[in-house]
């Protein structure tokens, strides 16, 4: 981090631009917003002022829902943990009968989620849902409405985000030397030991990883205790909502953003140190593959694979019935019979043809793929940039642009909303709140974090020499990215762009903010269907919406996983980039990570 190093960077003009473009948006849009939601909570009228905590410990209601908020994270933790890990193992670790088909069906959530998946499960289980409906016929005692609640919150949200350890902790699994596991066979220790003393405890590192992932997915949900959760549990983060729709109640809901913000800040900072406290990795030399184990006791053989296929059905049947009653008309829906002679393509017909049905999809395909592009666009220079410079104001800019990683969609929303609704020297004296561009930026502010680090992995696996020659050549530093790194990165690009794409497609909790009342897009359409607020035809567009969305991010899986993993065979052109943890930490700004490992999954339900 040399002063000489400074000096270079503000002797380029286009250095400089980017630089000053750059402390705009930072300022306008990660920093004010966020320092605005403070001076609201504790200054509101210019000197300190505890009335919002007064109000918030008066409130029985929301502490409640912060009660809530922090024994899902808790639950989440565990049960996420559990069921992630059962599933890895029983598809990557375990020789398990059919392990291709059962990956298939773990890997379900990897194509939906969110609101989305909230509004399957409610509309399947729900107290008007089609498993319900069958099995009060069978059990005409059975209370409809069982499936709601913290139960139903858990449930839901539990096999929705364990799509992280199938990205991860399965990655991780297959670095584990095999050696050390043909050692301790040898050394005479069961299946059981050397799972429990050698195989999770260098998955230990991933595990810290993910379990503040769900942790803070727990923390800040939103989607499925609206959709799931009732009267009698309700989150932080639906309260926000609340208090936020009500001028009079903002420092309220201000207070508790704050709050998540310091909740997810502090848990990221414990887990951080915890994972520092132990070493973790394989002595050997030589490193072999893994092979999959054989479970030798047969009853515990017989018990694993019976789990493994009833989690196979859990995590289907949703699926299936969101495909079928895509096709069904609405007598079979309301009657949750189906039947050959009632599948019909009108539900599609009408959803792409008819401007009411084809207009939410429309805006958020509009939203999402500019906010992919302008994203991706804009990062190119400033990750470039950044990855080119060592110095303390490239590692300033870095860790503010993390910023939208480190706190909550809610919070970063409520700024927004606290900052714009009146005009700001820092957007020309324009209003934003209540428009259609907020919720654009918004969009653009929460993928910088992960598009960044993309980039920057893309950048760092360009061979330098290239760069090099061209400059000793004499080549200008505009012509050198232009024709020679860009076209490098232009492949890792496109993926990134093509994931940020698929995951704004259905988001619910940052539109529920900032969407403009006329032009909402598809998350809250799903959320008003849900409720019934368009009756038959609603649920029946539901459906279709989802199954769109799933054919759409299948195929943006496939162009981004499926390719890179025929890639994998060829001859590999560029120097690998080693992975890093998918969450932030202390190091962050400074780690490159590899662009097939850290892809970003669905949006988990929040």
Do not use: C
Not at 49 to 78: D, P, Y
Not at 374 to 397: E, H, M
């Amino acid at each position: 981090m040399s002063s000489a190093s400074v000096r270079g960077m503000v002797r380029s003009p286009f250095v400089l631009v980017v630089g000053v473009v750059l402390t705009w948006f930072i300022a306008a849009f990660l920093v004010w917003p966020n320092v605005n939601v403070l001076m609201a909570t504790f200054f509101p009228d210019g000197s300190f002022s505890g009335r919002a905590a007064e109000k918030l410990f008066s409130s029985q209601r929301a502490m409640k829902a912060l009660g809530n908020s922090f024994l899902l994270a808790v639950a989440l933790s565990i049960t996420v943990n559990l069921v992630g890990i059962f599933i890895v193992l029983v598809t990557h670790y375990f020789r398990i009968r059919g392990s291709r088909i059962l990956f298939l069906g773990y890997a379900s959530t990897f194509i939906y989620g969110g609101i989305v998946l909230a509004a399957g499960y409610k509309f399947i289980y729900g107290d008007k849902g089609i498993v319900t409906s069958l099995l009060v016929k069978v059990f005409p005692g059975m209370d409809p409405g069982w499936f709601s609640g913290f139960f139903a919150v858990l449930v839901v949200m539990t096999f929705a985000t364990t799509t992280n350890h199938m990205l991860f902790v399965a990655n991780a699994l297959k670095g584990i030397d095999y050696q050390t596991i043909e050692a301790a066979r040898n050394l005479g220790a069961s299946t059981w030991t050397i799972l429990r003393r050698i195989v999770l405890p260098m998955l230990k590192p991933t595990l810290f990883a993910v379990t503040i992932l769900s942790f803070l997915t727990g923390l800040g949900a939103l989607s499925a205790p609206q959709v799931l959760g009732g009267r009698d549990f309700q989150t932080i983060t639906p309260m926000i909502l609340t208090f936020t729709n009500s001028p009079t109640s903002r420092d309220l809901a201000a207070l508790l953003a704050v709050i998540l913000g310091l909740a997810t800040i502090l848990m990221l900072a414990v887990m951080s140190r915890l994972e520092k406290g132990g070493t973790y990795f394989s002595v050997s030399k030589v490193s072999s593959e893994l092979q999959k184990q054989e479970i030798t006791n047969p009853a515990a053989n017989i018990a694993v694979h019976v789990l493994a296929y009833l989690l196979f059905a859990v995590y289907t049947l949703p699926v299936v019935l969101i495909v079928l009653y895509s096709f069904a008309d609405g007598a079979a829906i309301q009657t949750g019979q189906l039947a050959l002679g009632n599948l019909t393509l009108d539900n599609y017909v009408r959803v792409l043809t008819q401007q009411s049905g084809l207009r939410p999809f429309i805006v958020s395909v509009v939203y999402s793929a500019l906010a992919a592009l302008i994203a991706v666009g804009g990062l190119l220079f400033v990750a470039r940039l950044l990855q080119k410079y060592k110095n303390w104001v490239a590692t300033a800019f870095e860790y503010l642009l993390h910023i939208p990683w480190i706190l909550p969609s809610a919070l970063l929303a409520l700024g927004l909303i606290i900052s714009y609704d009146h005009p700001n020297p820092l957007v020309g004296g324009a209003v934003l709140t209540g428009t259609t561009v907020i919720l654009l930026i918004a969009f653009v502010t929460v993928k910088i974090p992960f598009t960044l680090r993309m980039l920057k992995a893309s950048f760092a696996s360009v061979n330098s020499s290239l760069e090099e020659a061209a400059a000793i050549m004499g080549a200008r530093t505009l012509y050198v990215f232009r024709r020679i790194l860009l076209p490098l990165v232009l492949p890792a690009a496109a993926a990134i762009t093509a994931l940020n794409f698929n995951s704004l497609l259905d988001d619910y909790d940052t539109a529920i903010f900032l969407a403009h009342p006329l032009v909402q897009p598809l998350g809250l359409v799903i959320k008003a269907n849900t409720d019934g607020a368009e009756g038959v035809a609603g649920v029946a567009n539901t459906f279709v919406y989802t199954v769109l969305l799933m054919v759409i991010t299948g195929v943006t899986m496939y162009l981004v996983y499926g390719r890179s993993s025929r890639g994998k065979s060829r001859k590999k052109r560029l120097p690998a980039v080693p992975p890093a943890s998918p969450v932030p930490g202390p190091g962050l700004p400074g780690t490159p990570v590899s662009t097939e490992d850290a892809a970003q999954p669905a949006a988990p339900v929040r």
